[in-house]
């Protein structure tokens, strides 16, 4: 036996019947219905939607820790290259650009470790927050991800703006006397 709920025009009206209902399931009720949460400063976020941009700000610093181990791979790459292979091969006006590119780098690289410590938190702090919507102030955490997006873009024209000087300078190092030598040896 289940109940059957219906609205009359004065109020509800409760009537027990040997039917099934074909109304659908309070769990599928509840998937459609939009949920609202307050947060601590007693704005209503739509929490289905909070999570969303949460997971999707969560995979985007994933894929900045993918690029920042990439970028420290490429800068262990270029340190190798430039002061392993080619340090014997530097000299006079080479030798200065080499030492600015070293300085560069050494700025490059400080940078991507203070940008990796930055993202890590962020995405401990996106971790705690999709557990938790209250956990964790969200303004908070949506205005440091975008100053995360903000530096993470000029650290990657900076790290870009790098590698071609490093390749001019490599093309350089490659097209002098020495540098042939050293080439076809």
């Known amino acids: 036996m289940t109940l059957v709920t219906s609205l009359t025009g004065t109020g509800t009206e409760i009537a027990r019947k040997n039917t ?8 599928e009720t509840l998937k459609r219905r939009t949920r609202k949460t307050m947060s601590r400063n007693g704005v209503a976020l739509l929490e ?6 949460w997971r999707a700000f969560y995979a985007l610093t994933e894929h900045w820790k993918s690029d920042l181990t990439y970028v420290d791979n490429e800068l262990n790459f270029f340190r190798k290259l430039m002061f392993d292979y080619f340090a014997r091969q530097i000299y006079g006006s080479l030798l ?3 030492r600015r590119l070293s300085t560069q780098e050494t700025k490059i690289e400080k940078r991507r470790v203070a940008l990796e410590e930055r993202i890590l938190d962020q995405n401990a702090a996106l971790a705690r927050l999709m557990e938790n919507p209250f956990a964790y102030n969200a303004q908070a955490c949506k205005d440091e991800q975008e100053a995360l997006e903000n530096d993470f873009v000029e650290f990657m024209k900076d790290f870009r703006q790098f ?3 490093l390749f001019a300078v490599t093309t350089e190092i490659l097209k002098s006397e ?6 076809f040896h």
């Open 96 to 98: 200065e650009q080499t």
């Open 20 to 27: 099934t209902m074909t109304a659908p399931s309070t769990l």
């Open 48 to 53: 289905h939607a909070s999570e969303n941009n």
């Open 163 to 165: 590698k071609q000087n």
């Open 178 to 183: 020495k540098g042939k030598t050293f080439a």
